[in-house]
C-alpha cells in the first residue's frame, strides 16, 4: 500500500487576518512555525517516510523543511502542489472581495463548481494539475509512505479529485492550518483513512 500523508502548512498572517492568499508567497508566522513542529513530531512517531514533497511556496517549503529535520529527510519540490491563482483576489479579504465582485463572491461562497477567479484560474485547472502531481508521486514510491505539503484549496481539490467526488463537496472538506490528511493507494484506489486531523496541535494548546 502507498501511502500519501497531504498535509497544509503552518499559520501565515494572512491566515490570521483571512486575506486571500492563493499563489502570493507569504511566509509562516511564529504560530505556523510552531504548528509544523508540532505536526513534524506527529508524523515522525507514527510513520517511516521516504520522501517529503512541497509546493514551491515559502510557507510549505518551510512546513516540509521542519517536517524533514525530524525525519532526516530533504524537501523535493513540486510545482503541481501549489495553491490557486485568485489573480486579483490575492491579497484582498473577503469583505474587500464582495464589495468589489459581489455577483462572483456570492458563486464562490454557494457553488465554486465553475468559477474563474479574475486574472486567476479556474478550480478545474489547479484541480487537474494538483491531482496529476499526487498521482506522479504516488508512482514513485510503491508501498511507501510520503508526505506532501500543500495549501487549503489545492488538498481539497486533491481529496475530491482522487476519492472522484465533485467539486459541489468543497466547501464540505475543512483543511485547517497544521492539518494532516491520510490517502492510502490500493491499486488504482484511493481512500481517505483521515481528514483534517489537528489533534497534535492541542498538545500546545492551539
Keep these: 500500500m502507498t501511502r500519501i500523508l ?5 499559520e501565515t498572517e494572512w491566515n490570521r487576518i483571512e486575506r486571500f492568499r492563493g499563489s502570493a508567497d507569504v511566509p509562516l508566522n511564529d504560530n505556523g512555525l510552531k504548528q509544523a513542529e508540532l505536526l513534524a513530531r506527529r508524523i515522525a512517531i ?7 514533497y512541497t ?4 510557507r ?3 512546513t516540509g523543511e521542519v517536517i524533514g529535520r525530524f525525519l532526516q529527510l530533504p524537501v523535493q519540490i513540486h ?6 491563482n485568485y489573480g486579483e483576489w490575492q491579497g484582498l479579504t473577503p469583505d474587500e472581495v464582495k464589495n468589489l465582485w459581489p455577483e462572483l463572491y456570492e458563486r464562490w461562497q454557494s457553488c465554486p463548481e465553475n468559477i474563474i477567479f479574475p486574472k486567476g484560474e479556474s478550480l478545474d485547472q489547479r484541480q487537474e494539475i494538483g491531482v496529476a502531481a499526487v498521482k506522479e508521486i504516488a508512482a514513485r514510491h510503491p508501498e511507501e509512505t510520503v508526505v506532501c505539503v500543500g495549501h487549503t484549496v489545492i488538498n481539497r481539490l486533491i481529496i475530491l479529485g482522487l476519492l472522484n ?6 466547501w464540505r472538506i475543512k483543511q ?3 492539518s494532516l490528511n491520510v490517502i492510502e493507494k490500493k491499486g ?9 486531523e489537528t489533534g497534535h496541535l492541542l498538545l500546545r494548546g492551539y
Design 6 to 10: 497531504l498535509v497544509r502548512h503552518g
Design 55 to 58: 509546493s514551491p511556496l515559502s
Design 188 to 196: 488504482d484506489l484511493y481512500i481517505c483513512s483521515a481528514l483534517n
Design 46 to 52: 507514527q510513520w517511516k517516510l521516504k520522501a517529503i
Design 60 to 62: 510549505a517549503v518551510k
Design 165 to 170: 467526488l465533485g467539486k459541489d463537496y468543497f
Design 176 to 178: 485547517d492550518n497544521g
Design 79 to 84: 510545482s503541481g502542489l501549489t495553491d490557486v
